[in-house]
């Protein structure tokens, strides 16, 4: 059987559009991938050193790669046996090889150390003293040891196992591998090859390797560290980590610990396209949900109204002193008479307030200082479009959407409301606001703020057509 690839881009593409329901709206241009946003393989980021902590690295709106690391750090330090189960990973064969030391070159068999091997036994190693010195490395405090008894070092303290030969079975396959090793190079620790190797269904379908060179045979030695990847462009069921003397081949025993073996999939990206065409017109509360999206905490803030006067608002309804919290799910079908290339008829979703219902075909913009939005999946991307009233009063404002994961900000995109003439007349503008964040976010913050000083503000905006791409499900 073939090793599994990713599907092509191409076809990925036609499945992104066929997700999209069947409507008669044009998306916007946003909706379709600028070709640089094609060569999806080349732009993704690999974890290495601390960021392996991140669980996602993602593309843009077609496939994205979801990374399961194993850190070690979450269990105790402890002999682990000659074979063990971890984390999808079952690791086995450890140092079951022959071959010469470096140095004298004596020779080492298989198997422990009291049978002349180099020690068969994985440790779950507590390394922490390498982490203060070398923190970009690795996940503080464990390692993968492949030592034995001799080299077993209680608490922070650590002795680098010898490392000739070490299998580790993937319990599923991975499309992109990354192992982070330290190792003693310099001094004696010359001309030794190191290489990854990854195999699928027994046979070897990708590999990586670095040089082990010393400047000084009779010097110092010192420890280095570095990250060994595989590509995601092929199914990977098995890893071979073994070192080997340049000169013959055979294998041999430089000093290694593991630590963050992270293990790739691609997972597709679908667009989900909220039009609000499916609802009937009406007042969807203070909060509502709806396809995929938890719509809150609409103009719970405090600001100050555009122009001249800058009267302050306060949170939460108008009654109140407020803009209004009132989500409406607004017909506005005479809006798209005059701006058939907006959004989608009839239905818009308006921040208004009881104030600003019009039921039927018209419409009044409603009062937009901030509104969250958080998603039930979590997305690489958003975009909505957005229709707001222009020049007069409506200047120096800026609409920002903001994307957040787990509370912390992760990207942003802004656009500013411009006004030609301050006592000259307003005029109805739009435009689509795209987002592409890079990386998995939860959470939508759109917001209006007065360039000169940050605070909130009041421009009047409605939404329609908001589009995420949201990671499928694996
Ligand atoms: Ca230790
Ligand atoms: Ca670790
Ligand atoms: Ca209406
Ligand atoms: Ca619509």
Known sequence: MRPLTIPLLAGVLLALSASVPATSLQLPGSATLPAAELDLLSVLPAPAGAAADQLFNSGFETVAQVWHTSHYDDLPEQFAGTSFDYNGVHYRDLNMVSGFWLGDQTPFNPGPIAEGGLGNQFIIEDAGLLFDD??????????????????FNPGPNLSLGALASLWMDLHQPAYGVNVEVVYYENGPWHGVE????????????????????????????????RTLSLPGDT???????????????????????????????????????STYDDLPEQFAGTSFQHNGVSYRDLNQVSGYWPGDGFDPFGPGAVEDGGLGNQFVIEDAGLLFEDFPEFGSAPNVLNPGDLYFFNPGPNFSLGAL????????????????DLVYYENGPWGGIEVSLQAYRNGQPVAATSFEITSDDPDGRDSIGYRTVNLEAGVPFDSLHLASRRLSDGAYTAPRIMLDNLRLQQLGSP
Not at 134 to 151: I, Q, R, T, W
Not at 194 to 216: C, K, M, N
Not at 244 to 269: F, K
Not at 369 to 384: F, H, K, N, Q, T
């Open 134 to 151: 070398f923190p970009e490395f690795g996940s503080a405090p464990n390692v993968l040891n492949p030592g034995d008894l001799y080299f």
């Open 194 to 225: 190191v290489t990854l190797q990854g195999y699928f269904e027994g046979e070897p379908v990708a590999a990586t390797s670095f040089q082990l060179l010393s400047d000084d045979l009779d010097g110092r030695d010192n420890i280095g560290f």
């Open 369 to 384: 200082a901030s509104l969250w939005m958080d998603l039930d999946a979590p997305a690489l991307g958003a975009a909505v």
């Open 235 to 273: 199914a990977i069921d098995q890893l071979h980590l073994h070192s080997r003397r340049i000169s013959d081949g055979t294998y041999t025993a430089p000093r290694i610990m593991l630590d963050n073996l992270a293990l790739g999939r691609w997972l597709e990206v679908d667009t989900t396209l």
